[in-house]
């Protein structure tokens, strides 16, 4: 299978399985850009490139990004199989077909399987869709293409969708690629009261008040909104919308997750946070940045969120090879986690203010003890 990778309008390059190892090449037109898209392991070079990346398919971590993990990855398979295909089969390239221009970030896969398209829905549609995949014995997949596709793509283990959200009229768009100028892209978190994991049925009101505390905190944010009520049957919920900061004013923003630039797997020890300080000052080459994710290290440490893993960190590329962290997200707290996804100083459990005070000794925050006390004081 061959398809073509795209950034916004450009050509990319070509991925082809056809002959049974994972090929690229670079786009000869896009080469004369200069934009590098994944600088350390994909930087730009002419010729057919033999990927041998360590995620799936051998794909190396830019398009490996692209990719949906547990939720997304359960609605796709189930797309699958209902139209007489064995999930397990399946090349990692078809996969890329189905996201097409659906992902987060800015990359696109042509030719796509996927809906161009929106639809304006309701919260209940939403909440019944997702109830419906949970459904393990359920044969044919709920809902339209395009509330499929736009449960497909997001990562993460918990429901959402990608939608776009009006505030004023309270209103959703369903769709995970075109919407209306006046709808604000959009994750939407469900709240799925008893269907939700044992002790997780408070984890959208959970992540509102972690990102409250991480902004007080001094930490980027993005925008959300923790949307409360009661269903037909009388039950509360809380459902939470987080902006995409994926997307600003029609444009698609690249995104890049720790996991993907620099090839490290969700793996137990597999990561620690001074290799993602050192990627960070390498990629961005901007001491405050530096700054914004050992502040981000601290307060995950001490607001107990464990759930730190590799792809819960990620870069924005809104210029040509000028790279920032992203706002935080995933942000919530996972006490019956024992030890954090990344480590410090050595420890993965047991971290103390000292081991946060010795990074930041490492990597020259001059203020260390001052960001130690603001994140105590939220915490």
Known sequence: MKLEVRYRDAVVGVLNDDIGQMLFQYDDRFLRLG??????????????????GPFEGGLPGLFADSLPDYWGRAIMDRRLREAGIDPARVSVLKRLALVGDGGLGALGYHPAESEDAYEIGSLKAAVDFSRQVLEIAGEKLPGSKIIQQAGS??????????????????????????????????????????????????????????????RAAGIRTPRHWLLEGKDDEGHSYAHLLIERFDRREGTRIHMHSFSGVAHKLPVRYGASYEELLRVVSALTRDHREVEGMFRRMVFNILCGNRDDHVRNHAFLMEAPNQWQLSPAYDLTPTP?????????????????????????????IKNADEIIDQCASVC
């Open 153 to 214: 793509n997001p990562g993460g283990r918990y429901p959402k969708l990608c939608v776009g959200w009006n505030p004023a009229e309270k209103r959703l768009a369903i769709g995970s690629q075109s919407l209306p100028e006046e709808f604000i892209p959009c994750l939407l978190k469900l709240d799925l009261g008893e269907a939700m994991p044992q002790g997780k049925a408070e984890v959208c009101r959970q992540e509102a008040a972690l990102l409250d505390q991480a």
């Open 336 to 364: 019956e986690l024992k030890e954090h996804a990344l480590g410090v100083n050595g420890k993965w459990s047991g971290i103390a203010k000292s081991d946060l005070a010795q990074v930041g000794k490492l990597f020259s």
């Open 35 to 52: 934009t590098e898209l994944s600088p350390f392991y994909l930087p730009l070079q002419s010729g057919v490139i033999e990927l041998k």
